[in-house]
């Protein structure tokens, strides 16, 4: 089990309730120590709900059911406005200068793993920032999109074609 550390973000919305439909992944380009700086910094109006170091220790910063703002301008399965539906689970890192540790994979499917259930998750409601920013977001690398995808098919089913 990776440890696991709260540093509450005021970069949220708590007065609409989140649907919890699924998730889209990002990449931070930053350290996770700069993360946390950056998305607990009101000024800065941006947040994930949980980010996770190279050595797979989690930082949650907003509860699920609250409204993240990690996804912006952003479209998913004929919707708008990602950042209601989907939870942002986002790397330390930058995965275009080096692949996702497996510390980090592993700690991402042990934070998933029980949200799976209780949300009634399917694969076909992972995503990466990339896919629903197109043009405007590059993350994640799609190397490492389809490696993640890979994991989470072993995981928990077959993904569906991209």
């Known amino acids: 089990m990776y440890p696991e550390i ?3 973000s005021p970069n949220c919305d708590a007065t609409v309730p989140h649907e919890r439909r699924g998730v889209v992944f990002h990449h931070t380009v930053i350290t996770f120590e700069e993360t946390i700086a950056l998305m607990t910094d009101p000024a800065k109006k941006v947040s994930y709900h949980c ?6 220790t989690r930082c949650t910063l907003v509860p699920d059911e609250h409204v993240a703002w990690h996804s912006g301008v952003s479209s998913f399965r004929g919707r708008t406005g990602c950042n209601a539906f989907m939870l942002g689970l ?3 890192g930058d995965t275009y200068r080096a692949p996702l540790t497996e510390a980090q994979l592993a700690s991402a499917l042990e934070w998933l793993e ?3 259930t209780r949300y009634g998750w399917t694969l076909d409601w992972m995503t990466d920032h990339r896919q629903v920013a197109p043009g405007r977001k590059d993350d994640l690398n799609p190397v490492e999109w ?3 995808r890979g994991i989470l098919a072993a995981k928990f089913g077959r993904v569906p074609p991209a």
């Open 6 to 8: 709260t540093r509450p």
């Open 51 to 56: 980010v996770i170091a190279a050595d797979g």
């Open 114 to 116: 029980p949200r799976w």
């Open 90 to 92: 986002s790397f330390a």
């Open 146 to 148: 389809e490696r993640l």
